[in-house]
């Protein structure tokens, strides 16, 4: 609270100096050139698309397990979103990916999702190969690695959500978009307010994007304590992993440090269970919470939106998935609690 009475009371809410430490300071940690704040991760998804010149007719690969805002960035800036299978660890189905790409294709968007990295090695081989452009959803993945480069920074820009959900979350709604580009930062400082540049004129037209100083001071306070928080969070999916990895009817995420390419961060403990319905009763009669992502829904099948797509793994883990509790406020108990209500559903 006090963090917020000093904001108040300086009457300091928009582009002050608690944005630009925040910007400053998330930079530093995440060994980048430019952290750049925006208002959601939606707004951060759209203007990396348009710092990488990605606009009308051309396509962008998104995979079908994400969540709607992927494909909608993609829609606003007058691109077609094309979708793509995804594995059974939740991530972009590089295989799948490749057999979508024409002479429409401009660019590659991987969703790093539960705090976990796609294999960026394929992706970057299948963009390299194509010469697509490599615009990261990274907004469930702050922190997580793939051979130790941070989750946004493969290629021309990645998107951060600090939604109240998210490991990194703020007081309402929130972003950030990370870049090594120099020419792209300056064009995504200017798209995000009005197109305004460091000059106060206007150089191209723009949105109002902004990441709100209240917002931005908030963060900053959590910001030191992130490592903790991710720490916590891997120590909560190890627990897990020992108490339910025999159940053969279920399939977990990849247990922390099983693959040496990776650094999971565990944004959501997703997993996918045989009769997941019924198990997902059970545990709601035991007091016990769980979440279906996108409500249950991949985003192609929302029908509506008439999305081009073929995902035969997705469709079936669509029947599948749910997230157990998951967030590092959770103590070993209230997981043991979880673990043995799911082993008794089992037994």
Known sequence: MATMHDVMARGAFIMQK????????????????????VADGTVALTLSLRAAGIGSGDEVIVSSHTFIATAAAVHHVGAI?????????????????????TDKTRAIMPTQL????????????LAKQHNLK????????????????????????????????????????????VTNDDDAAKEIRELRDHGRGADGKVKRFGHNGRLDNIQAAILRVKLAHYDEAITRRRAIASRYQAGLSD????????????DNLRFDIFQNYEIQANDRDALREHLSAN?????LQWGGHMIHQFEDLGLRCSAPYAEEMSRRYMMLPMHHMLSDDDVDYVIEHIRAFYA
């Open 114 to 125: 539960n705090g976990r990295t796609s294999d960026m090695d394929a992706i970057g081989a």
């Open 134 to 177: 490599i615009v990261e959803d990274s907004c469930q993945a702050m922190g997580a690695k793939f051979r130790d480069t941070p989750a946004g920074l493969f290629g021309v820009a990645g998107s951060y959500s600090f939604y109240p959900a998210k490991t990194l979350g703020c007081f309402g709604d929130g972003g950030a978009i």
């Open 81 to 101: 979103p094309v979708v793509c299978d995804c594995l059974p660890d939740a991530m972009m189905d590089t295989a799948s990916a490749a057999t979508l790409v």
């Open 247 to 258: 159940i053969a009817q279920l399939l977990l995420p990849p247990a922390p440090d099983s």
């Open 287 to 291: 007091g016990i919470g769980t979440i």
């Open 18 to 37: 608690d944005l630009l430490s925040f910007e400053e300071e998330l930079a530093a940690y995440l060994g980048c050139r430019h952290a750049i704040g």
